[in-house]
Structures are given as structure tokens and as C-alpha cells.
């Protein structure tokens, strides 16, 4: 026989499992029914130098919410902080032709590229790269970026 303490623990958990599904298969439903907003304008995202420097890559996965023509609302479901900040940043460009107010899941993934050993410090801040399928999947890659001059040595 259960403790009350663990029957109402377990359909504390039960409910908010429950909740969390509802939740996905609402914002999932956008892009099932092809509700997706089209963008009309957007910034071009960056993957911002100090997070490169600290050698940070990972997902973001956000929830987004529309009035109609612009994001109303962002909330960060996971991802490290300073790139989510950095996906904020770029989503509050996004301009949307007319819709009806909705919310979607949008997931920005930042990748570090390689660099080899010999050419870390000579490494010019131009090789990035930007894939968007907008409004739902924006990817940024660049290449590693190394802190260097004399007495430091890029490992």
C-alpha cells in the first residue's frame, strides 16, 4: 500500500506529464497543420566572439508565441545561456508577414569548426556559415577562435 505523500507525489507527476504533452502537441500542431509563419525579414544571426573564444557549441531550443506580425514571446526550453541569449537576440529581428497569432518550437544549433594546430593564431574571423530554415531551424558554424600573441600559446 502507498503513503499518501506517494500517491499524491505520483499523480503530481502524472498531471504534469500529462501537461507537458498537451503543451508539445499544441506547438507541434503549428507545424503539423502548416501554420508556420512566413518570415519577411530577419537579421542574419551571429555566433558572438566571446562564445567562440570559450570554445561553446550546443542546441537551443525555444518556444515562441506571435501577435501577428512580430515574436510576442520567447521562452528558452533548454540550451546554454549565452548562446540562447545570442538566439533572443536574433529572433527579435524576425518580422512575419500577417498570421494569425500562433507559437512554434524554433531550435538554433552552434557549431565550432576545426582548426588545425598550425593555423590557430593566423585563423582570419570570416569562415562562418549560416543555414536557416526559417522559421523553425537556423544552424550558425564558425571556426574555433584561439586567443594568441606573445606568451600565449593556442592548445
Same mark, same amino acid.
Given at each position: 500500500?502507498?503513503?499518501? &505523500?506517494?500517491?499524491? !507525489?505520483?499523480?503530481?507527476?502524472?498531471?504534469?506529464?500529462?501537461? %507537458?504533452?498537451?503543451?508539445?502537441?499544441? *506547438?507541434?500542431? $503549428?507545424?503539423? #497543420?502548416?501554420?508556420? /509563419? %512566413? @518570415?519577411? =525579414? +530577419?537579421?542574419? /544571426?551571429?555566433?558572438?566572439? *566571446?562564445?567562440? #573564444?570559450?570554445?561553446?557549441?550546443?542546441?537551443?531550443?525555444?518556444?515562441?508565441?506571435?501577435?501577428?506580425?512580430?515574436?510576442?514571446? *520567447?521562452?528558452?526550453?533548454?540550451?546554454?545561456?549565452?548562446?540562447?541569449? $545570442?538566439?533572443?537576440?536574433? @529572433?527579435?529581428?524576425?518580422?512575419?508577414?500577417?498570421?494569425?497569432?500562433? &507559437?512554434?518550437?524554433?531550435?538554433?544549433?552552434? &557549431?565550432?569548426?576545426? %582548426? /588545425?594546430?598550425?593555423?590557430?593564431? +593566423?585563423?582570419?574571423?570570416? !569562415?562562418?556559415? *549560416?543555414?536557416?530554415?526559417?522559421?523553425?531551424?537556423?544552424? %550558425?558554424? =564558425?571556426?574555433?577562435?584561439?586567443?594568441?600573441?606573445?606568451?600565449?600559446?593556442?592548445?
Amino acid at each position: 500500500m502507498l503513503s499518501t &505523500k506517494t500517491r499524491r !507525489n505520483l499523480r503530481y507527476r502524472a498531471i504534469c506529464g500529462t501537461l %507537458v504533452v498537451l503543451i508539445s502537441l499544441g *506547438v507541434a500542431s $503549428a507545424a503539423a #497543420q502548416g501554420t508556420m /509563419p %512566413v @518570415i519577411a =525579414a +530577419a537579421g542574419v /544571426p551571429l555566433y558572438p566572439r *566571446v562564445v567562440r #573564444q570559450a570554445h561553446i557549441e550546443g542546441e537551443v531550443r525555444l518556444e515562441l508565441s506571435t501577435d501577428g506580425e512580430r515574436v510576442s514571446n *520567447v521562452y528558452v526550453v533548454s540550451g546554454q545561456p549565452m548562446l540562447a541569449r $545570442a538566439a533572443k537576440e536574433n @529572433i527579435s529581428t524576425w518580422r512575419f508577414e500577417q498570421h494569425s497569432p500562433t &507559437k512554434f518550437l524554433a531550435t538554433f544549433r552552434y &557549431k565550432l569548426l576545426p %582548426v /588545425p594546430a598550425e593555423s590557430r593564431c +593566423a585563423t582570419a574571423d570570416h !569562415n562562418s556559415t *549560416v543555414t536557416l530554415r526559417l522559421p523553425a531551424e537556423v544552424e %550558425v558554424s =564558425a571556426d574555433e577562435m584561439w586567443v594568441c600573441g606573445p606568451g600565449i600559446a593556442a592548445h
